[in-house]
């Protein structure tokens, strides 16, 4: 099955949707879960504390109710940590966890020294196990095998590949190539070598207005998910914001993607692209600050420095859909396949998935994103930098989408139904934001 043609999801702003900043060319793992979480067997009331665009999102897109969207959050974190500590004490037996269809939790253990314990240590934490063949150092260790193998392969196979990553539930790794034919190493399952047509790659629009000559004003709290313009001379896109934080120093900032800057070359000096808000669509309102940093690469990620004017109004932990009640971030988590998720940006507001992949290798354009995970969720251009959430715990930031093509999400979601090809939301986990930034914090009051 080939996958649909993906790119990054920023809008020159002042353009009609359609008219992309960026494309990219991603090649991500396979899918390791299709399609919506499975419908709650029992009826619960609605979380008090996320607002109705979101609990909208969450029935609608997962088919659960709030709080066993809530549920799962939590349940996801606390194999993540089960999962960090299983990996140092039983390295040659841990093989993986998620979250299954149902929402249970299950960990993967392979035969070999310590595995009585390693069963005991997740039947007593709550979790099911799974026997499989190989552990996560062995699947790790073929993957690393892989991309040796491929340095030193003619241009044309490299070129063919385009990205590989571990696939946990199947117990395998699993390679994107862009046409059938390309001999792989025996270790390599061909039923998880899934073929997709090379999609185009695009430059930057520069022709935009200038930010003085359509200039306005805002008031009140700016929060993640809302609109923003970055502008550098000529050139303007139209991005969301990310989360709002603090810096090392306690100076405010937001987390937003790398590729919203849209020179980044000038970042951090005195003539650094400057972030404005934008008001409606297309209308250039206040300068809110200017990138700090700007990373786009093996990451894909922004820090914005917040001017002096524009403080209070991003000194808060809300995200939310533009002009509607906000949903406060309570903390920060990493990504577990089989998570619920939902990410807000200002083009489509609120829209949840699960996480399919996790710690996966992605080819965007020229660049080799690592460590990126993947949620089937629709995007499209103008959602680029805005938050994707768990619970209430910040997960990441919107960076990619396969879908990004289509004008409406309605299109390509029922594609998904139809063929099983669901759109995929690529993106950018902030705890590696903030690992990367020592002392950057997401606020989480």
Excluded at 290 to 312: E, H, M, N, P, T
Aim: glycine share 10%; charged share 15%.
């Amino acid at each position: 099955m080939l996958l649909p043609r993906m790119r990054y999801s920023s809008l020159p702003v002042g353009r009609r949707p359609r008219s992309l900043v960026r494309s990219a060319a991603i090649a991500a793992s396979a899918l390791l879960i299709a399609g919506p979480v499975a419908v709650s067997a029992h009826a619960e009331p609605a979380a008090p504390n996320l607002p109705a665009e979101l609990i909208t999102a969450i029935t609608r897109d997962l088919k659960i109710s709030p709080q066993d969207y809530l549920d799962r959050a939590t349940l996801a974190q606390q194999v993540a940590a089960f999962s960090t500590t299983a990996q140092r004490q039983f390295p040659q037996v841990f093989a993986g966890s998620w979250l299954d269809e149902t929402g249970k939790a299950v960990i993967a253990l392979a035969d070999g020294p310590g595995i009585d314990t390693a069963r005991k240590a997740a039947a007593d934490a709550g979790f099911t196990v799974k026997d499989v063949a190989k552990s996560e150092s062995t699947l790790r260790g073929e993957k690393n095998a892989f991309q040796k193998w491929l340095e030193g392969q003619p241009e044309v196979v490299a070129k063919a590949v385009r990205g590989v990553a571990i696939d946990t539930m199947n117990n395998s790794i699993a390679v994107r190539v862009d046409q059938t034919g390309p001999a792989l190493p025996n270790f390599v399952d061909p039923a998880r070598v899934i073929v997709m047509a090379v999609p185009p790659t695009g430059s930057e629009d520069a022709n935009l207005p200038q930010a003085s000559a359509i200039a306005g004003n805002g008031t009140g709290p700016l929060a993640a998910g809302e609109a923003y313009a970055s502008v550098a001379g000529r050139m303007s896109l139209r991005c969301s914001l990310g989360f709002n934080g603090l810096d090392r120093n306690d100076n405010v900032v937001n987390i937003t993607a790398g590729h919203c800057n849209p020179n980044i070359p000038a970042t951090g000096g005195a003539n650094s692209p400057g972030v404005f808000e934008l008001l409606g669509t297309d209308r250039v309102g206040n300068q809110i600050g200017s990138f700090a940093k700007s990373i786009l690469g093996a990451q894909d990620y922004s820090i914005v420095s917040v001017a002096d004017g524009s403080r209070d109004r991003l000194s808060n932990n809300l995200v939310r859909v533009p002009n509607a009640a906000p949903v406060a971030i309570t903390g920060v988590a990493v990504p577990v396949v089989g998570a619920p998720v939902c990410k807000s940006g200002s083009r489509t507001g609120f829209s949840c998935g699960v996480v399919n992949a996790v710690d996966q290798t992605v080819q965007v354009g020229d660049h080799q994103l690592t460590q990126s995970f993947s949620a089937n969720i629709c995007a499209l251009p103008g959602d680029s930098g805005g938050p994707i959430v768990t619970g209430t715990l910040a997960l990441g930031i919107s960076s990619a989408s396969s879908v990004a093509d289509y004008p409406i999400c309605e299109i390509p979601n029922l594609i998904g139904l139809i063929t099983g090809n669901t759109p995929q939301l690529f993106a950018q986990p902030i705890s590696t934001v903030l690992s990367d930034n020592p002392g950057l914090r997401v606020r989480t009051n």
